[in-house]
């Protein structure tokens, strides 16, 4: 069965698809899937992104998604999250 994972996309990485914050891009998931994927899926390339939280947490780009997942993407040029990983809990 596949299950709907909400990806919000924010600043430059949401304005070039025309998404905002309040209107994710949705991805149908039957099985898990690495982030790879869903950024190839959403064509947007992996050097452009700066920090990815799924579920609220900080997670790496070699992350798998499960199906239903809700996933945010911001982009280099959100200079706040440049110690991201020192914040990880």
């Given at each position: 069965?596949?299950a709907i994972t909400?990806?919000?996309?924010?600043?430059?990485?949401?304005?070039?698809?025309?998404?905002?914050?309040?209107?994710?891009?949705?991805?149908?998931?039957?099985?898990?899937?690495?982030?790879?994927?869903?950024?190839?899926?959403?064509?947007?390339?992996?050097?452009?992104?700066?920090?990815?939280?799924?579920?609220?947490?900080?997670?790496?780009?070699?992350?798998?998604?499960?199906?239903?997942?809700?996933?945010?993407l911001f982009?280099?040029?959100?200079?706040?999250?440049?110690?991201?990983?020192?914040?990880?809990?």
């Amino acid at each position: 069965m596949k299950a709907i994972t909400e990806v919000f996309l924010f600043g430059s990485l949401g304005k070039e698809r025309g998404e905002y914050r309040l209107s994710p891009a949705h991805c149908e998931l039957e099985s898990p899937a690495p982030l790879q994927e869903i950024l190839s899926l959403l064509q947007i390339q992996s050097h452009r992104v700066q920090l990815v939280m799924v579920n609220h947490r900080a997670v790496p780009l070699d992350h798998v998604i499960q199906p239903g997942d809700r996933v945010a993407l911001f982009p280099r040029e959100y200079a706040i999250f440049a110690d991201w990983k020192n914040l990880r809990s």
